[in-house]
């Protein structure tokens, strides 16, 4: 199966621009489309370790849990919900 992930050097931007819109110790909840979602087609997927790797740096990864996202298929497609805080520096 090919894995589908944003280029690094977007990760990198969005990272970036996270750090810049958040207060001292602030807290982002990241929700995004799991590795464990079957196929290749639609948005990107990330594991645990993509978004641990992303935060890597003036961040904490707090938790990631395993969740969907509620729609109207048939299947909720399987999502990853991150708590991550910015370090108080």
């Known amino acids: 199966m090919r894995r ?3 280029p690094p050097e ?3 931007i969005y990272v970036e621009t996270m750090h810049g819109l ?3 110790a602030g807290w ?3 929700k995004t489309f799991s590795h464990h979602q079957p196929g290749t ?3 990107y997927r990330f594991a ?5 790797r992303s935060f890597r740096d003036g961040f904490k990864v707090i938790e990631i849990l395993d969740t969907v996202y509620q729609e109207q298929l048939d ?3 399987k999502a990853l919900l991150s708590v991550i805080r910015l370090n108080d520096g």
């Open 75 to 77: 299947r909720w497609p």
């Open 48 to 52: 645990p370790d993509d978004i641990r």
């Open 4 to 6: 589908r992930e944003g």
């Open 28 to 30: 982002l909840f990241l």
């Open 41 to 43: 087609r639609g948005p």
């Open 22 to 24: 958040l207060g001292p």
């Open 10 to 12: 977007q990760r990198d």
